[in-house]
């Protein structure tokens, strides 16, 4: 296998598997921040104890993401030497902008915050709360900044450094494969890289997916405590906050969704036309629910409502969203290409086309999860209005507590497809319609180098997966560290879930 091919495959899974764990600790961070203010306004030691116990699973989803996250950076020098060198000047700025004002923000106050209880005041530890919230959001600002500035360049000029000497090209300069290596881009101003086209809208459009990752973490394991019948004041407390936040980060996200959508029809229409298989330019473009590419044929199979595109995309039922037919434009090709025939740069157009069907299918997998956890998010409010969503007696009330101890899938599911989405349609590109990823990989390691590390990540990762896994239940059947309201011991042959959910617990048969 290429180089190139396999440089791609390790990076995708270290920083897919990465991922897993930063959006915990964000929407988590941001939960404990409620918990512990609410402890401050009323007084009331069950929210003390909300806090409590999940800074102890925030701490062992930071301990992982930590870990698994040093990893990337490294691979840019190994793996990715070339993009490094022509975009260091940025990217590097960047980088070290989250080391210092979040990395060392979060990880300053960690400590206090994981230890600090009994030893300083409440206002000062729910101060060093908040500074953790805080600095696990910087980190991911300055991350999405830099990737943002990857999909919609901006604030800066390409540099040729040769024979010593330093010459600023054109601004519309198109980097040739005899440049790499002598060509970088150079900063022209940090507030002009830092506010890109695109990185306010993709910034919202992440950290709500971060909230509401947070927030069915706390769902989920409040709901497993419901059916089991243990630490009920604790779990319908967990379990208000969280629908509450979860709600109305579900509103946030589909208006943040729609600007992030219109963002890409404007800067990547390519990538749209992915997004949705878009192959032939015309008025009232449907939108498709879900289906297949059948990409040798140029053809999209699916549930279709005619006009929505058009309609999501420039507020015009009739405006047709550009297609393949005509992206990229011929200008573009024939500034890549002097001197080929109309006929030949349309041979040419494919090769600047991304994988079709797997961002089709990623998108459409994330507006599917998207829209269950919307689903979800309001219906469980709905229950709790009615005052419902507790009353574990109730057969199907369990089936739907059931459904909640598998929904805190459902964001990852969701914010992992984004990403991919996000990444595999700006391709062949890695910086946006500037450096080719393809010329960006290191021309020094070889495919054997790069296929024993990915073997070795895969084992190391699948270790610290367990790990997680392990404690993460530990700290979850371990529990708050109220006794007080734990159930009797139940009888044998009752410690089966799927038997408890169905027949109920102890408590709830009793008070049936």
């Known amino acids: 296998m290429e180089v190139e091919i396999l440089a791609r495959i390790q990076f995708a899974f270290t920083v897919a598997f990465h991922y897993i764990y930063p959006p915990l600790t964000m929407g988590l961070g941001l939960l404990l921040v409620l918990m512990e203010g609410t402890f401050l306004v009323t007084g009331d030691r069950l929210y003390h104890r909300l806090a409590h116990f999940w800074t102890r699973v925030f701490a062992v989803i930071f301990s992982i993401g930590t870990a698994t996250g040093i990893v990337m950076e490294f691979e840019f020098g190994t793996n990715w030497a070339t993009y490094s060198r022509f975009v260091g000047d940025i990217f590097g700025s960047a980088l070290a902008a989250e080391g210092v004002f979040a990395f060392m923000l979060e990880a300053g106050f960690l400590s206090l915050l994981l230890f600090g209880w009994d030893k300083v005041g409440k206002k000062t530890h729910f101060f060093a709360t908040c500074m953790v919230c805080l600095g696990s959001h910087f980190s991911a600002i300055w991350i999405v900044v830099a990737n943002s500035w990857m999909q919609t360049p901006a604030g800066y000029h390409l540099e040729l450094l040769q024979n010593g000497v330093r010459t600023i090209l054109p601004p519309d300069y198109i980097l040739q494969a005899a440049d790499i290596g002598h060509v970088r881009a150079v900063i022209d101003s940090f507030w002009e890289m830092v506010f890109n086209p695109s990185s306010l809208q993709r910034l919202c459009h992440v950290t709500f997916g971060t909230w509401l990752a947070g927030s069915f973490l706390v769902i989920s394991v ?80 699916s549930i279709q409502i005619p ?70 998010a309001f219906f469980s409010l709905f229950l709790w209005w009615r005052g419902w969503l507790f009353r574990t007696d109730s057969f199907l009330i369990r089936l739907w507590l059931f459904l909640l101890v598998f929904s805190v899938l459902f ?46 990540f895969f084992a190391v990762y699948s270790l610290l997966f367990f790990a997680f896994l392990y404690l993460l239940n530990r700290k979850i059947q371990h529990g708050p560290d109220d006794p007080e309201e734990d159930p009797e011991p139940l009888e044998d042959g009752e410690h089966n879930f799927l038997y408890q959910l169905v027949m109920g617990s102890d408590s709830s048969r009793s008070s049936s």
């Open 222 to 301: 409040s709901a497993y405590y419901l059916i089991r019948g243990r630490h009920r004041r604790f779990a319908e407390a967990s379990m208000t906050i969280a629908i509450f936040l979860a709600a109305a980060t579900s509103i946030f996200q589909s208006i943040s969704a729609d600007a992030t959508a219109r963002g890409v029809v404007q800067h990547q229409p390519i990538k749209l036309a992915a997004m949705e298989g878009v192959y032939k330019t015309e008025p009232y473009t449907p939108m498709n629910l879900f289906g297949f590419v059948d990409t040798a044929h140029h053809k999209v199979y």
């Open 307 to 376: 006009g929505l595109l058009s309609l999501l995309s420039f507020h015009n039922i009739k405006q047709p969203v550009p297609g393949f037919d005509q992206l990229p434009s011929d200008a573009f090709l024939a500034a890549r290409h002097p001197g080929k025939s109309p006929q030949e740069l349309a041979a040419l157009r494919p090769q600047y086309w991304p994988k079709v069907q797997g961002v089709f299918q990623t998108y459409h997998i994330m507006i599917i999860f998207g829209s269950l956890v919307f689903g979800i």
């Open 411 to 456: 964001p990852q599911i969701c914010n992992q497809a984004g990403w991919f989405t996000a990444e595999m349609g700006r391709q062949p590109w890695i910086v946006y319609n500037i450096l080719k990823t393809s010329q960006a990989f290191s021309k020094k390691v070889s495919s054997d180098q790069v296929l024993g590390s990915l073997l070795l």
